[in-house]
């Protein structure tokens, strides 16, 4: 199934799923509005994936800007009347010129349907994909697997759609492909615990089971995108996996009954009032003992603890 095809499937997800986190009013506004607003680390973020796992759609859905800001024509305002052209020649992204060809290219972009990278985010992009290629082991499991699979079930009753950047039928492994700003272990563990990576893996992995038959494991390739331009393979223990699924089907049945009375309510949960959780952050260093994942709480609210892988 292509990227239209399943974005035009209305089905739960989870991406969208997760804003019940907050609130039945943030979910309730996330299915109102379609999804999130997308941003350029976002656009970063889908490019790379298309240029890694489906490389011959890149061009029919992504367009590459190009550097107005080195055009011959980018001239700056005049600071004397007898000033050149060469005199006001600038890079700057602040002149009329660089601002009129901008929106001129999106203009096009929007009217052909296609996503806009600018130049050193695709440049970024392409060091990503570089890094990746350059390590043997993700390498293999991007070999071995089929890439952007489209899954479709049903947990709790609620028909649900996954889309699974990687996916081993032999041996059965999905991976997820997340850009970061830090892949450290202790940073991108309490990244994945805010935004909640480890429901919306749980989602997958029972989508998996559902069309594949069995459980399949469940990893994170996590891959900066500046700097040395780090990456690293994190295998996602079952124990975090099945503390997460007893949340969804928490979340789920919440959302349930939400949409059969009407009722959407807020962080409060509607009872005017709340007890307030103070985070508790995990700061292990490099060296002290590794999590001990079975003393994680089932249920646990994502905001109340972060974890270091």
């Not at 997308?38 to 994936?49: N, P, Y």
């Not at 305002?77 to 002149?95: F, I, L, V």
């Given at each position: 199934?292509?990227?239209?095809?399943?974005?035009?499937?209305?089905?739960?997800?989870?991406?969208?799923?997760?804003?019940?986190?907050?609130?039945?009013?943030?979910?309730?506004?996330?299915?109102?509005?379609?999804?999130?607003?997308?941003?350029?680390?976002?656009?970063?973020?889908?490019?790379?994936?298309?240029?890694?796992?489906e490389p011959e759609e890149f061009e029919s859905r992504?367009?590459?800007?190009?550097?107005y800001e080195n055009d011959p024509q980018n001239l700056r305002?005049?600071?004397?009347?007898?000033?050149?052209?060469?005199?006001?020649?600038?890079?700057?992204?602040?002149?009329k010129f660089y601002r009129a060809k901008v929106a001129q290219f999106f203009r096009a972009a929007e009217l052909d349907g296609k996503t806009v990278l600018k130049r050193d985010q695709y440049d970024t992009a392409l060091h990503c994909i570089e890094a990746i290629r350059s390590r043997p082991y993700m390498s293999k499991i991007i070999e071995q697997s089929e890439k952007e699979v489209t899954l479709l079930g049903e947990i709790g009753g609620i028909p649900f759609k996954g889309r699974v950047d990687l996916l081993r039928r032999k041996r059965p492994l999905i991976v997820d492909l997340k850009t970061t700003a830090d892949c450290g272990k202790h940073a991108f563990g309490r990244i994945f615990c805010r935004l909640h990576y480890d429901m919306k893996l749980a989602i997958y992995r029972e989508l998996a089971r559902q069309n594949i038959g069995k459980a399949p494991d469940v990893g994170i390739i996590t891959q900066e995108t500046s700097g040395v331009f780090d990456n690293a393979f994190v295998p996602v223990p079952?124990?975090?996996?099945?503390?997460?699924?007893?949340?969804?089907?928490e979340l789920v049945a919440r959302y349930i009954r939400a949409r059969r009375s009407g009722e959407w309510p807020g962080a409060d949960g509607g009872k005017d009032r709340y007890e307030l959780v103070i985070p508790n952050y995990a700061m292990w260093d490099d060296d002290d003992e590794e999590v001990d994942w079975s003393k994680i709480p089932s249920g646990a609210d994502d905001e109340s603890f972060e974890v270091a892988f």
């Open positions: 199934m292509d990227w239209d095809e399943y974005c035009k499937l209305e089905l739960m997800n989870a991406s969208t799923l997760v804003h019940g986190c907050k609130s039945m009013k943030h979910l309730r506004a996330a299915i109102d509005s379609g999804g999130t607003e997308e941003t350029d680390a976002m656009r970063l973020g889908t490019g790379i994936h298309t240029l890694l796992l992504y367009v590459v800007m190009p550097d305002a005049a600071k004397r009347k007898d000033e050149s052209d060469e005199e006001r020649r600038t890079t700057s992204k602040a002149t079952d124990v975090v996996l099945d503390n997460a699924w007893t949340r969804v089907l």
